[in-house]
């Protein structure tokens, strides 16, 4: 770009921002309830658990002694886990609060770092989270979750040689069942999609139950990888009839149905599940494909969300945001764009397979090359990019 | 050994998180409106998620997830004083004094991920006392990712409810202080929005990057901030003359 149209073009990000957080504001409607037992708000779709009141109670304990390491890590790793579970970035905010004390410092404590890190990486931030890991399982190398992560951060990052050598690390720190899926999914990704599965099989027949959830949504994606769509779809079903499934596996189950068609399925399995932004665009394609009025609706929910993100500087939804502008606007140019930002953060098969498809959308097939070069720089395999162009 | 199996257990978090879109909803935001009259009276609208609010002030009594009416009506001069005690209004380090009975009765807002508290009050600042300083502290100690979307509004001269919009700007984190400017009168509606510190995650920072600053370059030495408005709002007069945002990225 010409650097005097820079700010030229600061100025239209700005007026989108203005523009969207001053219809987000106008757009609210006020509403004043006339009986006192309307309920205006549903905050869970259960009544506050055991734990949850504990966590509670720890947390304020925690705000009582802001530099405790052990209290604030047991209620920051809580609040992760739920994070996790409910795909609510309140509680990474949850977790970065308690570790307040720590946050700025250079080099925290090992345990406080590792936590810090996982924030960040759930962030997007990944330079930041690996620099953390990487000075965590130098000073504690037994610290199996520190190398987890960092092989995971890795391979999110397009560094399978680093990730490979991340997994070696948790056989030193004795998580042997963990390095061994870890390794398995690299090797997956490298072209041994069929050794790679033999050896995750075995594994979930022996490994203990905690574990068989991760490793099937591995043989899943695996499959997916290897053009195996119907090995895929089985497991996802499995793990959602189980209790392994849990939102990140209903979106990618999501995606193979409407890759094939169901849309109808879709729908079914989605709907009531609006509030998690990630399934309601699927669920918004899903009503695209199937013609459903209800898409409207969809639409101008996900639109508000993006935006409301934008208006806060948030960059988290590039890929969401990428396939919503694609699909569902239609724009491809405008998809380009988005998706291949995230290229840059993210290298992940989901990210590569966007942006080939928009890229094809809009005519400017250089952008596949981009994706192709770096899966043979990388050695990664990918039946579902072999199908295209 | 069990010790070890629940170690091993929690390192599963690693993997799962890192597939996961971690910000599969959306994140805490507010929404605060500031309309500044030419006497000093500045209108406070706030919405706030009532979802956030119950995190704080457990809204929640009777814990079974659902929030109603009488649980959020019951509560609303708590809730009012909660959120007026993490919100600040100031003029050369004195306080915008609230002014007493303005607050509205208790009602709500439907935002794109659930129902908001409105709080409405008004406070008093002194009509040509110069900038007033915001500081924005809400659920700053309990989650530093929370924003507050803040609207500036001034009086148009010679009006009574008409208002021009003069900027958004966000808050949170580690911008939890803002300035809103006046630039010297009788210039009409003369209001612009002066940074001191970068606007989070947007990429624009108050200090003049070599863009802004060769643009300001030939500026006129005073007042700075006034050119800026003036050639922003050039900028936009064809498609949207009301929007003067120029003083985000200025040097002002």
């Not at chain 1, 109670?57 to 209290?71: C, E, G, V, Y």
């Not at chain 1, 520190?146 to 890795?154: D, I, P, R």
């Not at chain 2, 609208?45 to 009506?73: A, Y």
Request: proline share 6%; net charge neutral; hydrophobic share 40%.
């Amino acid at each position: 770009m010409h650097p005097k149209s820079r700010p030229l073009s600061r100025l239209l990000i700005l007026w989108v921002i203005m523009a969207t957080s001053m219809s987000a504001q106008a757009a609210a409607k006020l509403h004043t309830p006339v009986r006192d037992q309307e309920v205006v708000e549903v905050l869970r779709e259960r009544p506050l658990s055991r734990e949850e009141r504990e966590w509670r109670t720890l947390r304020a304990q925690a705000r009582l002694a802001p530099s405790n390491i052990a209290l604030a890590s047991k209620v920051a790793w809580q609040a992760l886990r739920w994070a996790r579970r409910d795909g609510d970035p309140r509680w990474l905010g949850q977790a970065q609060a308690t570790l307040g004390h720590w946050w700025t410092q250079t080099a925290p404590p090992a345990d406080i770092r590792l936590l810090r890190a996982t924030i960040l990486q759930s962030n997007h931030d990944f330079d930041a989270s690996l620099r953390d890991l990487q000075a965590v399982v130098r000073d504690k190398p037994g610290e199996a979750q520190a190398w987890l992560t960092l092989a995971a951060v890795l391979r999110v990052r397009g560094r399978p040689a680093e990730a490979l050598a991340a997994c070696e690390g948790l056989v030193r720190a004795g998580a042997n069942w963990h390095a061994e899926v870890c390794t398995q999914e690299l090797r997956g990704q490298a072209g041994e999609a069929a050794h790679a599965m033999r050896a995750l099989d075995t594994l979930a027949s022996q490994a203990p139950r905690e574990f068989r959830g991760h490793i099937q949504l591995v043989r899943a994606e695996l499959a997916e990888r290897d053009g195996k769509p119907d090995v895929a779809a089985k497991l996802y079903a499995l793990m959602l009839a189980s209790d392994e499934g849990d939102a990140y596996v209903e979106g990618a189950y999501a995606d193979l149905l409407l890759d094939q068609g169901q849309a109808d399925a879709v729908i079914a399995r989605l709907k009531g599940r609006e509030r998690n932004d990630a399934l309601l665009l699927r669920l918004a394609e899903a009503y695209d494909l199937a013609g459903n009025p209800a898409r409207r609706t969809a639409v101008q929910a996900l639109q508000a969300r993006f935006m409301a993100a934008k208006s806060r500087g948030d960059r988290v939804h590039q890929r969401e945001e990428a396939r919503f502008t694609l699909r569902l606007l239609r724009q491809p140019v405008a998809a380009l764009a988005l998706a291949r930002s995230n290229w840059l953060i993210q290298k992940e098969a989901a990210d590569g397979l966007l942006l080939v498809e928009a890229a094809l959308a809009a005519g400017q097939p250089q952008a596949v090359d981009e994706v192709h070069s770096f899966m043979q720089s990388v050695g990664w395999h990918d039946q579902r990019l072999k199908a295209r162009p | 050994m069990k010790m070890k199996i629940q170690h091993l257990a929690w390192a599963l978090l690693g993997l799962w998180a890192i597939c996961m879109p971690a910000l599969a909803h959306k994140p805490s935001d507010s929404y605060l409106t500031l309309g500044t009259f030419d006497s000093g009276r500045v209108d406070v609208e706030w919405h706030v998620s009532l979802r956030d609010i119950d995190g704080e002030l457990r809204l929640d009594v009777d814990d079974d997830g659902r929030l109603t009416w009488g649980e959020v009506r019951g509560r609303w001069a708590e809730l009012l004083g909660y959120m007026q005690a993490h919100l600040s209004l100031s003029q050369r380090d004195r306080p915008c004094a609230l002014v007493p009975g303005s607050d509205q009765p208790p009602t709500l807002a439907s935002h794109t991920d659930g129902r908001y508290a409105v709080l409405r009050w008004q406070q008093a600042c002194m009509p040509t006392s110069g900038d007033i300083r915001i500081d924005y502290t809400l659920f700053a100690l309990t989650d530093p990712t929370h924003r507050g979307i803040v609207r500036w509004r001034a009086q148009l001269p010679a009006t009574t409810d008409r208002f021009e919009e003069k900027g958004i700007t966000v808050l949170g984190g580690d911008r939890p202080a803002h300035r809103l400017q006046f630039a010297t009168r009788p210039a009409p509606a003369s209001l612009s929005v002066a940074s001191d510190a970068p606007i989070p995650g947007s990429g624009l920072a108050s200090s003049p990057d070599p863009d802004t600053a060769s643009s300001t370059a030939e500026t006129p030495p005073t007042p700075a901030c006034e050119h800026c408005f003036t050639s922003c709002a050039k900028a936009w007069s064809t498609s949207a003359p009301a929007l003067t945002m120029c003083s985000f990225s200025s040097p002002c």
